[in-house]
Structure formats: C-alpha cells, structure tokens
C-alpha cells in the first residue's frame, strides 16, 4: 500500500544533543510537509518541500532545519533541542499541483522526548 | 491571517446519537478543506476533502458541508459508535498556488456505549 513512514516512532534525546527524524514516501507526491503537534493543540507548520524548493514559515525557529536528499525521503533536524521542542512530529504529503487532488496524507508520527 | 476555530472543544455523546461537528475560518479565500480523525499519540488520517467550489462529500456516516461565504464547515456524523470516539480536525488550504494548510484545534468526541 501507498503510503507516509516515520521513523522512528520514539524517540528520546537530551537537552542540546542534535536528533534527526526521517520521513519516506510510496506516493510519488511532490509536497513533503512536518508539522510540530503538541499536546492537545492543532498541528503547526514548521516547513515544507515543494519539489527541491524549500519553504520555511516565518515562525520557525532557526534551531529547526530540514533536508529532501530525493522524492521519497525528507528529514527533520533539531540541532540543539530544548525542553520546549517535546512533542509530536508528523510528516505528511500532497500531490502538489494546483488541481482536485491536493489531499494531504499523514504519517504516524513520532513522539519526541527531551530529557 | 487565516484562523480557523472548532466548536466545541468536546463533545460526549450516547452511542446511536447523529451528531454535528463545526469549523469556521475567518478567511474564506481557501482552496480546500479537509477533515481528520486523529486516534490518541497517533498520526492524522483523512476523512474527507471538499474543494472550494463544492458545497458537501460524503463518505459512509460521514457527511462534510462547506459554506465559504460565511466560513464554515460542519461534519456530520451519522449512528455514532464507540470505535468514532477520536479528536476530529479541520483544516484549509490557503489560496490556489499555496501548500500551507492551516488547522483547527480539533473537536474531542466520544461515544459512550
């Protein structure tokens, strides 16, 4: 099945050592996104790849960096994470052109612990 | 700056129950909707998406409406179960050209048996 991976699931680091999330993708979609979710709060757009073009909001922290090596594999970087960086990591896709099938589709998740 | 809200934050209900779910957005320039079901500590899945010139889609139970001009979107859950009891999320796609989706804090339902 088509379908969003991330891996890992868990994953626990201490305060400033650099962790990396990866996600991959069966869709073939051109639109790799990673939202940041905390508790019980709507998931927030950290950045997404449109193709190789990178796309950062305006509000993520510069401690946040992300790398699309190819179509299929897109990773997070947190190169010195901080207490307040603990939460939900979801990866998602979306076919990308402007059209009727601009459905996003989600990962699992991975669940972010800094001690 | 688009917002989008969900009202209400919860909802408990009796099983067999319809029920009715609500997003507003307070710029109705969007391209899409769509709405999730998000289960505890797990990723998002998709229930339905409703593209701007359309007015609902529906899917099983499941049947999502969309007013832009006035900028909101309910879902409808028909005979509601136990296994529905999740957060339920909006979210709308900023503009024709735009990636950027923007979500509601989503609506935590549960059916009680």
């Known amino acids: 099945d088509a379908m969003v991976i991330q891996n890992p699931r868990y994953q626990v680091t201490q305060f400033g050592k650099p962790v990396t999330l990866s996600c991959s993708q069966t869709l073939n979609h051109n639109v790799m996104y990673w939202y940041q979710q905390k508790s019980s709060q709507a998931p927030k757009l950290l950045f997404h790849?449109?193709?190789?073009?990178?796309?950062n909001e305006a509000d993520t922290p510069d401690n946040f960096q992300s790398r699309r090596p190819n179509t299929s594999f897109c990773f997070l970087d947190i190169r010195s994470p901080g207490l307040g960086d603990a939460a939900m990591y979801l990866c998602?896709?979306?076919?990308?052109?402007?059209?009727?099938?601009?459905?996003?589709?989600f990962g699992p998740g991975t669940r972010l612990t800094v001690l | 700056k688009q917002e989008v809200t969900q009202i209400p934050a919860a909802l408990s209900v009796p099983e067999g129950e319809n029920l009715v779910l609500n997003c507003s957005f307070t710029d109705s320039a969007i391209y899409n909707l769509q709405w999730f079901r998000q289960d505890p500590g797990k990723g998002l899945t998709s229930l339905l998406l409703i593209q701007s010139s359309q007015r609902e889609q529906t899917s099983g139970r499941l049947n999502a409406s969309l007013d832009k001009s006035s900028g909101r979107s309910t879902l409808y859950i028909a005979a509601s179960q136990p296994g529905d009891s999740a957060t339920y999320l909006c979210a709308v796609r900023l503009g024709n050209y735009g990636q950027n989706f923007v979500f509601g804090p989503g609506t935590r339902l549960s059916v009680l048996p």
């Open positions: 998602a896709t979306s076919r990308g052109p402007s059209g009727v099938y601009n459905e996003q589709f």
């Open positions: 790849y449109y193709d190789k073009d990178f796309n």
